[in-house]
């Protein structure tokens, strides 16, 4: 995939600009409500995923876990 969005957004600064706006709009899905309820209640301490959306760490907003995101386009 990382080549054909490459291939699109030649420029780093466009490919940020254009994922950003999906992002700002993204909704979080029960799946991301559930796994924050379940971090919450200690059944799980880690989240590995190759999202850079963030929207685990949105989701883990409403709950007192914290949330460590590592991204390249920081």
């Known amino acids: 995939m990382a080549f054909y969005i490459g ?6 600064e466009d490919c ?3 994922f ?3 992002i700002q709009v ?3 899905s029960s799946g991301y409500r559930i796994a924050a309820r379940l ?7 880690l989240v590995w995923t190759t999202n850079f959306d963030g929207l685990m760490a949105r989701a883990l907003a409403e709950t007192p876990v914290t949330p460590v995101e ?3 386009f920081q």
Not at 39 to 45: C, E
């Open 16 to 18: 940020r600009s254009s």
């Open 20 to 22: 950003q706006r999906h």
């Open 26 to 28: 993204a909704k979080l």
């Open 39 to 45: 971090a919450k209640n200690n059944l799980f301490r």
């Open 70 to 72: 590592i991204s390249r």
């Open 7 to 12: 291939r699109c957004y030649p420029r780093v």
